[in-house]
Nanobody, 124 residues
Framework: QVQLVESGGGLVQPGGSLRLSCAASESTSSSNTMGWFRQAPGQEREFVAV??????YYADSVKGRFTISTNKDKNTVFLQMASLKPEDTAVYYC???????????????????WGQGTQVTVSS
């Protein structure tokens, strides 16, 4: 059972930055995938970024603005968000999945563990 705790959300003006953190009870490894997803009101949970087998991948909508990374012990995953836009407003969730294959890392239903979510609001 992997436990995930997110932090770092809040209210920020357009163009601003935030850093989200996700502390995991297990370290990421070749068998564990950790990713960030987000869900706006009335919408499905959507892929944002993931670290899979040591490489990072991003949704087109955040590429060049968001950066996913881990700490040295690989038990905390960060999402550095810059140049934030109102359309980035959502609840952001950290997810973890075991033994995910390439075709699964984009799909939230393949992740078996989730944090409680943290609200990010981008508004002037």
């Amino acid at each position: 059972q992997v436990q995930l705790v997110e932090s770092g959300g809040g209210l920020v003006q357009p163009g601003g930055s935030l850093r989200l953190s996700c502390a995991a009870s297990e370290s990421t490894s070749s068998s564990n995938t950790m990713g960030w997803f987000r869900q706006a009101p009335g919408q499905e949970r959507e892929f944002v970024a993931v670290i899979w087998r040591g490489k990072t991948y991003y949704a087109d909508s955040v590429k060049g603005r968001f950066t996913i990374s881990t700490n040295k012990d690989k038990n905390t995953v960060f999402l550095q968000m810059a140049s934030l836009k109102p359309e980035d407003t959502a609840v952001y969730y950290c997810g973890a999945g075991r033994n995910l294959v390439w075709s699964s890392i984009w799909n939230h239903s393949r992740y078996g563990y989730w944090g409680q979510g943290t609200q990010v609001t981008v508004s002037s």
